[in-house]
């Protein structure tokens, strides 16, 4: 089983639409990313977050550490937001090793 | 601007041959890594680097090396005897101490034939 596992591993939406992406993971962790990463490969950080809730924009992230499991939301989705949209945990017991869900592919139709 | 940047963005091979791929930032972190990406997969670590002079195998290394000889700069080699070196690499650096946010480069694809 993978540590860390996302899901849905696709998801196609109307512009407009609120999304939610969800990350579970099975290890204890320092802190939580959530990265994009466009057609072209390179990849952006959304957010770290270890606590709580963390808004930019129109993106949400939230974690529930005693749960083991974040969110990422997207209000008023736009097809620009078309993206792989990728978990990451920072394990606290492993010199802050970095463990990877495989991904949410997103795509968001005019 | 700081950042990582990854070059090239497209590189081919022949099969039997070594490749370098560079990866160079200039945000004066002190480590840095490399990750495969292959479709349907989340990231692997190659290789990583806490301090100049110093790296550690990460959990797909054999066919992979490395070398840190300047803070900024981590360059990875595949060498013939990785068995299925195409696929997607990424670099990408952090502060060693502080925040755990990792930069990611562009990337390179790397095709073997």
């Known amino acids: 089983k993978n540590e860390v596992e996302q899901s849905p591993q696709n998801l196609t939406a109307q512009e407009g639409e609120f999304i939610t992406i969800n990350c579970s993971y099975s290890v204890g962790i320092s802190a939580l990313h959530w990265l994009q990463q466009h057609p072209g490969g390179g990849i952006v950080s959304l957010f770290m977050?270890?606590?709580g809730k963390k808004k930019h924009g129109r993106l949400i992230a939230t974690i529930n550490i005693q749960e083991k499991h974040s969110s990422l939301h997207i209000t008023a989705s736009h097809p620009r937001d078309s993206a792989v949209y990728i978990c990451a945990v920072i394990h606290s017991n492993r010199d802050d090793k970095i463990i990877f869900g495989k991904g949410t592919r997103l795509h968001i139709l005019p | 601007d700081g950042g990582i940047t990854q070059s090239p963005k497209y590189l081919f091979r022949k099969e039997g041959q070594n490749v370098t791929l560079s990866c160079e930032q200039n945000l004066n972190h002190d480590a840095m890594y490399w990750y495969r990406q292959d479709p349907g997969q989340g990231l692997r670590l190659i290789y990583y680097?806490?301090?100049?002079?110093?790296?550690q195998k990460g959990d797909i290394a054999e066919g992979y090396s490395v070398s840190r000889e300047k803070k900024e700069s981590f360059p990875l080699t595949v060498t013939s005897a990785q068995k299925n070196p195409t696929a997607f690499y990424l670099c990408a650096s952090r502060p060693w101490t502080g925040p755990y946010e990792q930069y990611f480069g562009p990337g390179t694809r790397l095709t073997v034939t």
């Open positions: 680097s806490q301090i100049v002079n110093d790296f």
């Open positions: 977050l270890s606590s």
